[in-house]
């Protein structure tokens, strides 16, 4: 949008800043920090760390904690400043 001009920037940046571009950014980062989180799980995974089936459901609820709690973390900063 900053590319095609000053109306077109104006325009997204009431978009991203009405409250479903929020609920976006928020989906988003929160889609961000799963997809890490799942990233370093895999990579534990991968030299066969946390296979066994009570292990692996922990770090799947591991994994969601983390990317709710970071979500939070962050949305809370950006709020703060």
Do not use: K
């Not at 978009?15 to 799963?34: D, E």
């Not at 990233?39 to 609820?61: K, M, N, S, T, Y």
């Amino acid at each position: 949008a900053l590319g095609l001009g000053e109306a077109a920037y104006r325009q997204f940046t009431v978009f991203m800043t009405s409250p479903f571009g929020i609920l976006l950014l928020l989906g988003w980062s929160l889609a961000l920090f799963y997809h890490g989180f799942n990233g370093i799980r895999h990579l534990f995974w991968d030299v066969g760390l946390g296979l066994a089936v009570p292990q692996a459901e922990a770090g799947g609820w591991l994994v969601a904690a983390l990317s709710l709690g970071s979500t939070a973390l962050l949305w809370l900063c950006l709020w703060l400043l």
